[in-house]
């Protein structure tokens, strides 16, 4: 599957999630501890705020503290759609894939960028599934790219401390599963 493609999937997923929320769902636990749901979605909505000007060619110190704070507000679904929407917009402009993003891991490929967005949407976008009681299955040619993506990416992951140890699963877990695993996720958690 085209990688820009593979991300718009992402994006729709994860922000069609943040609207199934129910209001007195927003501080439910999430698989990761230090977050309820929403600080999961705080979370993601940053990243997609922070993509605008790094996929355009801004450095993280340029950006500065813009996005410090509750970029929730009032309207936290709105909010992630609107995020995802500018982050969308940025992300298909013409020749966007082409270029180099400044990164705190260092000057980083943009389509590398991009994948690593592919990985926040669908994880975070489980995580939120989970957590809401909402059906967990994601996009199954999306977890297949990021799968392809990640695997030879894993290890170098876990020993930058930037993913949580992998968690077994059976030899029979599906594609999903295996993915989550690799994240660090028990496909079987519940709140």
């Known amino acids: 599957m085209d990688l820009l493609e593979t991300y718009r999937r992402?994006?729709?997923?994860?922000?069609?999630?943040?609207?199934?929320?129910?209001?007195?769902?927003?501080?439910?636990?999430?698989?990761?501890?230090?977050?309820?749901?929403?600080?999961l979605v705080a979370?993601?909505?940053?990243?997609?705020?922070w993509a605008v000007p790094l996929l355009d060619g801004a450095t993280i110190e340029s950006v500065g503290d813009r996005f410090t704070g509750d970029q929730l507000g009032d309207d936290p679904v709105e909010a992630a759609r609107d995020a995802a929407r500018q982050a969308e917009r940025a992300a298909t402009a013409p020749g966007t894939t082409?270029?180099?993003?400044h990164l705190s891991a260092g000057p980083t490929p943009a389509r590398e960028y991009l994948h690593q967005l592919?990985?926040?949407?669908?994880?975070?976008?489980?995580?939120?599934?989970?957590?809401?009681?909402?059906?967990p299955r994601l996009d199954r040619e999306a977890v297949r790219e990021c799968a392809r993506w990640f695997t030879g990416r894993v290890a170098d992951y876990q020993a930058g401390n930037l993913v949580r140890p992998g968690v077994d699963v059976s030899a029979e877990a599906d594609e999903q599963d295996r993915l989550l695993a690799l994240f660090g996720r028990d496909p079987a958690w519940t709140p």
């Open 98 to 101: 082409d270029r180099t993003v």
């Open 43 to 49: 979370h993601v909505v940053t990243e997609d705020r």
């Open 10 to 39: 992402s994006l729709a997923e994860f922000t069609d999630r943040v609207g199934r929320v129910d209001p007195g769902r927003w501080s439910a636990p999430t698989p990761c501890p230090e977050w309820d749901v929403r600080a």
């Open 118 to 135: 592919v990985a926040e949407h669908l994880i975070h976008g489980w995580d939120l599934a989970v957590a809401i009681g909402a059906d």
